[in-house]
């Protein structure tokens, strides 16, 4: 038995797979974000010195949004996959679709990237003043 285009079948659910491990790098890396604190307040005991948290609702926000767009990731790879594998066994010519969802998850995660870049430069200067 033989599946008609299995190679394009195959590079299709590679794609899937994937973003699906892509999607769950960055939800495990917006949990990180998110429980940094609890690093930080342990850290600290264990040094001896408090640790003051005053930026700790922000990374809570920019971990909470990475988790988010994760799962909008595999959302996007969800319904990415459906429609590949649908065109692909329609034997028909089909234009090539848009890829915004693509670009906007992108696009969100560069903003991420560049808040929490932000967060934490602004961090590592507030603790150079104060310590």
Avoid: C
């Amino acid at each position: 038995m033989s599946v008609p285009h299995f190679s394009d079948h195959a590079a299709n659910e590679r794609t899937f797979l994937a973003w699906v491990r892509t999607a769950i790098a960055v939800m495990a890396f917006g949990f990180l974000v998110e429980r940094f604190d609890i690093f930080l307040k342990i850290a600290g005991k264990s040094l001896g010195k408090s640790v003051t948290m005053s930026g700790q609702v922000a990374g809570s926000m920019v971990g909470l949004a990475l988790i988010v767009a994760g799962a909008l990731m595999v959302l996007a790879a969800m319904l990415r996959f459906i429609r590949n594998r649908s065109a692909i066994a329609d034997d028909a010519t089909h234009d090539a679709q848009g890829d915004k969802l693509d670009l906007a998850l992108a696009g969100l995660i560069v903003v991420l990237g560049l808040a929490l870049a932000i967060y934490l430069a602004i961090t590592m200067l507030h603790g150079a003043k104060t310590g």
